[in-house]
């Protein structure tokens, strides 16, 4: 009995391995770490499963010199067959009692930040199949923005 369970487990972690991964991350380099407000990042991903929630996350990644606590971005979705819409978000990326919100090495900080509520009341769904785009552009006061290394977008279909 116990060889057989043995057996048994590296074929569950065989087909385990072969599931589909519904997941979409991509990010953006920002040019010489200064985003530019012309400087929109796209990123366009397909959906298949409009039955399906999905978690959203802007994707930043900065160093330690960056300036604010915050920031302020406009975010334009063009769904399949549709009009565009661009909302205009603020998050915080650091507290005066925690520091940053995000994940360091060295003095890059990494965040990966849910825009789930900015989008569908912590619920997204997406009602057509098809390529939707994301594009990103700070709209911050500061133009450029100093010490911003990359932007970018995680959707992941949630369990």
Not at 19 to 46: C, G, M
Not at 126 to 143: A, H, I, N, S, V
Request: glycine share 2%; aromatic share 10%; hydrophobic share 40%.
């Amino acid at each position: 009995m116990r060889s057989a369970i043995l057996l048994l487990i590296p074929v569950i972690f065989f087909f385990s391995a072969c599931t589909e991964i519904n997941l979409y991350e991509k990010h953006a380099a920002i040019p010489a770490h200064e985003w530019q407000t012309d400087y929109k990042p796209q990123f366009t991903f397909e959906i298949k499963d409009t039955t399906a929630v999905y978690d959203v996350m802007l994707i930043l990644r900065h160093t330690e010199k960056y300036g604010y606590n915050n920031i302020w971005l406009k975010l334009t979705i063009q769904p399949p067959n549709d009009s565009s819409k661009t909302i205009r978000i603020e998050k915080t990326l650091a507290t005066n009692k925690d520091g940053w919100l995000a994940t360091a090495m060295d003095d890059i900080y990494d965040h990966r930040i849910s825009i789930n509520n900015e989008l569908a009341e912590n619920n997204v769904s997406f009602k057509t199949p098809g390529e939707y785009t994301f594009t990103l552009q700070q709209d911050m006061r500061e133009d450029p923005l100093l010490h911003v290394m990359n932007a970018g977008l995680r959707v992941e279909k949630k369990q």
